[in-house]
């Protein structure tokens, strides 16, 4: 097996504002497995607050590149397992080996991964849309820019209530609410009531990750499902939501790829928990990864593409909110960069 990889600065087609902070680029890393004649491509996002830059990918990636080219693969399960180990600090490059694991096998196979796993595309649910926080003027703008039957609205100002009254003025869309961690619960009691009556669907992470108790007590009084996010970001998490949140939204990047997101899925289908997942503003070719996933899942957040204003790759196909794969195995995309070797 051959490794190489590729890091991109992908610019957003607006800033990208949640409640933690704004930005214009979103760095990705980039990962092609090469194996008997055949190539597998992963990717990851870095993202500023979980401390691991694609510089710390690359440097990683570097220092053990010869014990992950080295494995005799046979099937991406396995390998995850030894590339879990190999970098047990480094989640976002085990996703990106793991995601270009799976598409290498998906070919190896000549199956899509969804044929591989026994899904069923009928019944997809849709991807939302994302509107991030900016003046309620430019977030209306946005919105019927982009004709959605799905928006997810992110908040965390001192207007949320405003932003979302506005929002709803101008769409009779599904709304969702996700906070980013941005609320107490004082705060997250007086709104949701409010957000309940202008048609919100659901809200992801109102509270801080670490404040179980006052999930448990907003879990009791919510009128509205609440989903985890931040507090739900590796296996052992989805045991923790029970009593907390009502869903989970896993991220594909965080939890270190799709073999342990499949796992995270059967838990919390057994736990009684839905299931979202999330995207981090990947190209075509992280959104890949999570688009094989849909059959299994409740919900989904995967816009990644239509918010950056270059991509990666083709291969996925949206369409007011469904989507469309290609014939192609594995993941079916056809990747347009270059790599280092």
Request: aromatic content about 10%; hydrophobic content about 40%.
């Amino acid at each position: 097996m051959k490794v190489s990889y590729h890091i991109h600065q992908l610019a957003f087609k607006y800033p990208f504002t949640i409640s933690k902070g704004t930005k214009t680029h979103q760095p990705t890393f980039v990962v092609e497995l090469e194996h008997m004649g055949l190539k597998g491509y992963g990717e990851a996002c870095a993202i500023a607050y979980y401390n691991i830059p694609v510089e710390k990918m690359q440097a990683d990636l570097e220092a053990r590149k010869q014990m992950v080219e080295k494995f005799a693969f046979t099937d991406p399960e396995r390998y995850w397992h030894y590339l879990h180990h190999l970098f047990p600090k480094n989640n976002f490059l085990v996703c990106a080996l793991d995601i270009a694991g799976w598409d290498l096998f998906g070919k190896l196979r000549n199956k899509k991964l969804y044929e591989l796993w026994g899904g069923d595309i009928s019944k997809n649910p849709l991807t939302d849309y994302t509107i991030g926080i900016d003046n309620i003027d430019t977030m209306v703008a946005k919105m019927k820019e982009k004709p959605w039957p799905i928006y997810k609205i992110k908040v965390g100002t001192s207007d949320d209530l405003g932003i979302v009254k506005a929002l709803r003025e101008h769409t009779h869309a599904v709304l969702r609410v996700d906070a980013n961690a941005a609320w107490d619960l004082e705060t997250a009691l007086a709104l949701i009531p409010k957000l309940k009556e202008l048609g919100v669907e659901l809200v992801e992470q109102p509270l801080a990750k670490d404040n179980w108790e006052g999930m448990k007590v907003l879990y009791k009084e919510s009128s509205l499902p609440l989903y985890a996010d931040e507090a739900c970001v590796e296996e052992e998490d989805v045991e923790k939501c029970i009593g907390h949140f009502h869903g989970i939204n896993i991220k594909l990047t965080k939890c270190s790829g799709i073999t342990p997101a499949r796992r995270m899925i059967t838990h919390a289908r057994k736990a009684g928990l839905k299931v979202m997942v999330g995207c981090m503003n990947e190209s075509t070719i992280g959104s890949a990864a999570i688009a094989h996933l849909l059959p299994f899942i409740d919900h989904v957040d995967m816009d990644g593409p239509l918010l950056l204003a270059e991509d990666l790759a083709t291969g996925i196909e949206y369409d007011f909110g469904k989507i469309g794969y290609s014939q192609k195995p594995g993941l079916g995309i056809e990747y347009k960069g270059l790599f280092q070797k």
